[in-house]
């Protein structure tokens, strides 16, 4: 999922709810969101490892 299909989809879930959130809030959410999908990616190879 690039930036640009994240955006979309949080702005979806955000709905009309009276919250702002800048793209630079958006860009730090995928920045940790990639972050934490590699980590997970990770962790599997070493369990499957064992």
Same mark, same amino acid.
């Given at each position: 999922?690039? =930036? ?5 989809? #949080?702005?979806?879930? %955000?709905? $009309? ?9 958006? =860009?730090k959410?995928?920045?940790?969101? #990639?972050?934490?999908? %590699?980590? $997970? ?10």
């Open positions: 999922m690039d =930036f640009e299909e994240f955006k979309e989809e #949080v702005l979806k879930q %955000k709905g $009309n709810a009276p919250i702002t959130i800048t793209d630079e809030d958006l =860009f959410m995928y920045l940790s969101h #990639v972050v934490i999908n %590699k980590w $997970n990616r990770e962790q599997e190879k070493k369990l499957k490892k064992r």
